[in-house]
Each structure stands twice: as structure tokens, then as C-alpha cells.
């Protein structure tokens, strides 16, 4: 439980301003504000300081698969010609939405005055999101939770894998109390997404979340909508995500652990 006094309530500036100077985006006058805000409470400090030996960390153990070549399904030419054709499909649409929306700004603008753009979304906000979005749908399902039942783990993974392009395998978390329920396929981004699902003894649920993604971001990002918290991290052109309605101290070992798991399997 948070107090008036605590950075989560009192921090004007928000978690996606927090974020963003854990990530070195911030210009000089604004980061200055959250340096002052950390010098006035110590707690906010130490948070920020593991983030960044967690992104350290990561930026690590990658460091050695950057100098790997780069997979044919992954390289620009490729996915630029996967696109073209629908991009030419879409373009009439996209001109109409892009003068609407220019529209909109533009009334905006002068209807509010001039104001600081707006911080560029982190790559990895698009995957949070949609673990966010797939894990309040399915959590509640009573039925019909999973597609594949733990039953046929085995040609659930093969499965998954196969639409993903992927190796994928069910990390272990039985050390958090989670055993794994099963999962389902999903629409996510240009392609497939994978949600695996796990429950714990007292019915509480897990899910993890992977699709193919763009964006080379190694450190660990948290988001949280409601109850639900989500750690989501990109690696090798996949985007990962764990997500529960627990609190950011208990997820965050669970997220190293998926993240430990599927390292190195491509």
C-alpha cells in the first residue's frame, strides 16, 4: 500500500517520465526535475538504481548474440518485401487517416497552446500492452482458459513454436508455486503471438506473452493497469512479457526466471 508521501502518488511526473530517465531519454531540464524529486526521497533513488543494474545486466548476456548474423526472416530487405504489398493496399486508407489525424493535432495545438511533445513510446510498450490486453481476456475465462491443455504440453509447444518461427518451452516456475495451465495462439502485431498460462494453488493465474517484434531494447520494462503487472522485455527480435495481478517485488524474480528461460533458444 502506497501513502501521499510515497513517489508513486506524489512524483508529478509519472512512471513513463521514471522510465524514461531509467532508459537516458530525458533532456537536460527534465531529467534535472527527476534528480531533484530522487534526492528528496531515497527510496525513489534505490528503485531507479536496481532498474539500471537490471538493464546492465541484460545488455550483458546480449551483448555476445549482437555479433551473431542476423536470421534471414529478420533481415530489412525481407521484412521490407513482406510489407510492400500491403502496404500499396493500404495506402488510400492510411493518406485518409494520416490527414485526420493531422487535422486533429493541428486543432489541438492551437486550441491548447504550444506544449512539450510528447516522450516516443519505449519498444517494448507495444508488447506490455498486449500481454495486458490478452491476459485480461483470457484470466477470467472459468471454461475455457487455454486453447491446449497442459495435457498435450508437448504438441502445444510444437505448435506454438511452428506459427512463431520460434523454439519455444514452458519455463519452470514451480519455484514461485505456478504450474503451467497451458495456452492458446493469438493475433499480435503483423503476426502470431503465444500466451502460456499458469495457476497457482490458489487459483491465482500468470500468463506469459511472446510475439516477433522490431526494437532493440534489453532492459526490463514495468507497466501496471489496474491490478495487473506486467514486466515485458525484448530479445533476439521477440518480444516477452509476464503478467499477474501481484506487485512489482514478487513479479520481478518470476520475469528473471521466463527471462533465464528462454534465453539462447531461437
Not at 548474440?65 to 488510400?92: D, H, M, Q, V, Y
Not at 503465444?194 to 514495468?222: C, H, N, P
Request: aromatic share 8%.
Amino acid at each position: 500500500m502506497t501513502g501521499p508521501d510515497t513517489p508513486e502518488t506524489s512524483f508529478p511526473m509519472g512512471e513513463e517520465e521514471l522510465q524514461a530517465f531509467v532508459d537516458e531519454r530525458l533532456d537536460g531540464e527534465r531529467r534535472a526535475a527527476v534528480e531533484a524529486h530522487m534526492a528528496a526521497h531515497p527510496e525513489l533513488a534505490e528503485r531507479i538504481a536496481t532498474e539500471r543494474r537490471q538493464r546492465a545486466m541484460l545488455r550483458s548476456r546480449l551483448d555476445a548474440k549482437f555479433a551473431e548474423p542476423i536470421p534471414a526472416r529478420l533481415r530489412i530487405a525481407n521484412l521490407r518485401a513482406a510489407r510492400r504489398a500491403s502496404w500499396k493496399r493500404g495506402w488510400t486508407g492510411a493518406a485518409a487517416a494520416m490527414a485526420l489525424f493531422v487535422a486533429g493535432v493541428t486543432a489541438g495545438w492551437f486550441a491548447n497552446g504550444i506544449a512539450p511533445a510528447p516522450l516516443a513510446p519505449a519498444p517494448t510498450a507495444s508488447v506490455a500492452q498486449g500481454a495486458q490486453s490478452a491476459h485480461r481476456t483470457f484470466v477470467v475465462e472459468v471454461a475455457h482458459p487455454v486453447e491446449v491443455g497442459v495435457q498435450q504440453e508437448a504438441h502445444l509447444l510444437q505448435w506454438l513454436s511452428k506459427r512463431l518461427g520460434r523454439k519455444l518451452a514452458a519455463p519452470d516456475l514451480s519455484p514461485f508455486g505456478y504450474r503451467l495451465m497451458g495456452g492458446r495462439l493469438l493475433p499480435g502485431g503483423s503476426g502470431a503471438a503465444a500466451q502460456l498460462m499458469y495457476d497457482d494453488a490458489s487459483g491465482k493465474r500468470l500468463t506469459v506473452y511472446i510475439r516477433a517484434t522490431e526494437g532493440t531494447e534489453t532492459a526490463f520494462r514495468f507497466q501496471k493497469e489496474g491490478e495487473a503487472s506486467t514486466f515485458a522485455w525484448i530479445d533476439q527480435g521477440f518480444g516477452f512479457a509476464v503478467t499477474a495481478s501481484t506487485s512489482r517485488d514478487e513479479l520481478l524474480p518470476i520475469a528473471e526466471a521466463v527471462y533465464r528461460g528462454f534465453e539462447g533458444k531461437s
